[in-house]
């Protein structure tokens, strides 16, 4: 006889009702842990201005009057839209700028109608 055939396999052993619990909790510890760390990471990049709406080459920071009044007049959201749509219209100047551009248009256009 050679000795692979003297090789024998046991069965595997049957994991414990208390094992699985155990692993069940840790695997529900991980997550959760992960879940807190994203919220808090998405969290402090809402609070820093916004996921991505500030422009790369940003020269400045905006007026608070200026943001006010564009926010007053349409809401935070759509004010953002109008920003950058005056960043996709004309790149490379001042945060300010842009929000001042955003003003006036709104001002021109609301005078059309």
């Known amino acids: 006889m050679t000795p692979l055939a003297q090789v024998t396999t046991q069965p595997p052993r049957p994991v414990s009702n208390q094992q699985s619990q155990q692993n069940l909790a840790t695997g529900l510890a991980i997550a959760l842990t992960v879940l807190l760390v994203l919220a808090f990471v998405f969290q402090k990049k809402v609070r820093r201005g916004g996921l991505g709406r500030q422009p790369a080459w940003g020269h400045g ?35 300010n700028w842009y929000w001042q551009a955003a003003l006036e248009r709104l001002a021109r256009d609301h005078g059309r109608r």
């Open 61 to 95: 920071r905006v007026s608070g009057r200026v943001r006010r009044q564009l926010e007053n007049k349409v809401g935070s959201g759509t004010a953002l839209r109008l920003v950058d749509y005056e960043r996709s219209r004309v790149p490379g100047k001042s945060e």
